[in-house]
């Protein structure tokens, strides 16, 4: 196939190999380890038996290729796990059975979940708004008093942890001014006015900083775009300057702006761990630090596999709409 039906079927088996490649990475990097790794899976509190079943249910004792194909066919066709007295079914996609949880991976995460694609997908809105609009202005006012200003807050977006913000804005908004409550989750589905307004300040935390970064990527991009011939030719026939900036220089910085939003909404989907534990948002990132800390093996194995999967999958479309933003990139 050629054309851009090629270009998309290309990406669509990269990105299929990439994440074979991550389960491949990610199933030698926590299972084939030093140690009992049953004991590790089940738990400090499971009897020998216990690790011994679970030893079996890893299939341990096979050679490392079938273990890891067993692995695999539980995350694509699903599998049984034995509870002792009785046998559970695991469906598709299968990331395995929290021994110390006593249940299974794929529907704690799915729990989690749409806390995370809550607050990464409005904070997106929020950094897209605030971040191009500022890097536009700042484009446009070259020179003047407007873009110093700009540029320094940009500056000071990009250097402030997003604690920082979190808790100034916690203590004005909530504690001075009383505002708003302090932000305990409510579900879209429950109630969406309690569910946005709850969610107002973690979207502005997270989406001050990426906000102070696609600032000064637009900025960088516009300021390229505007010194290219295209654009003296149009200001030498007398189109005027705002139209210059919205019709023709922006469009010409969309294809980075893009790819950076990509690689934002994937990792932070995995990476907003400082903005959940900060407001106490029931998410990935919070649930993802709680594993780590009582060494549940198997969430941790699934968690990192999920935010991987976010991360291939934003890449992936990031291409796509770049290939649409540029038709050049269909034929690279």
């Not at 190999?17 to 991550?22: C, P, W």
């Not at 389960?23 to 089940?42: D, K, M, W």
């Not at 198997?298 to 999967?309: A, E, Q």
């Amino acid at each position: 196939m050629s054309g851009f039906g090629g270009f998309v079927l290309r990406r669509g088996i990269g990105t299929v190999i990439t994440l074979l490649a991550i389960s491949v990475i990610v199933y030698v990097v926590f299972f084939v380890t030093p140690g009992n790794v049953a004991q590790i899976t089940c738990g400090p509190r499971c009897s020998p038996e216990q690790v011994h079943q679970v030893a079996q249910q890893l299939r341990l004792d096979d050679p490392l290729y079938l273990r890891y194909w067993h692995f695999l066919q539980g995350i694509l066709v699903g599998q049984d796990y034995s509870t002792g007295t009785s046998v559970e079914h695991c469906s598709a996609p299968c990331l395995g059975l929290s021994y110390q949880g006593d249940q299974q991976v794929t529907q704690l995460i799915l729990t989690k979940l749409p806390v995370s694609l809550s607050l990464v997908f409005g904070a997106m809105v929020l950094w897209l708004l605030l971040g191009v609009g500022t890097g536009v202005l700042s484009a446009w006012r070259r020179g003047r008093f407007t873009e110093r200003l700009l540029t320094g807050i940009t500056l000071a977006g990009v250097a402030t942890p997003v604690f920082v913000i979190g808790l100034v804005l916690m203590i004005v908004v909530c504690g001075q001014l009383q505002l708003l409550p302090f932000p305990q989750y409510v579900s879209l589905t429950d109630d969406p006015e309690q569910w946005a307004w709850n969610l107002l300040l973690p979207w502005l935390s997270l989406a001050l900083i990426e906000a102070a970064t696609f600032a000064r990527l637009t900025r960088a991009s516009m300021l390229e775009t505007l010194a290219e011939d295209h654009i003296r030719t149009f200001r030498a026939y007398g189109v005027g300057e705002r139209s210059i900036i919205g019709r023709h220089a922006l469009r010409g910085a969309f294809a980075p702006i893009i790819a950076l939003n990509a690689n934002n909404v994937g990792s932070a989907v995995g990476g907003a761990v400082l903005t959940e534990t900060l407001f106490g948002l029931p998410g990935i990132g919070q649930e993802l630090v709680h594993a780590v800390n009582v060494v549940d093996l198997p969430v941790v194995v699934g968690m990192v596999l999920v935010i991987g999967f976010f991360v291939v999958i934003a890449n992936a479309v990031a291409d796509v709409l770049y290939a649409v933003a540029d038709r050049r990139v269909v034929l690279a």
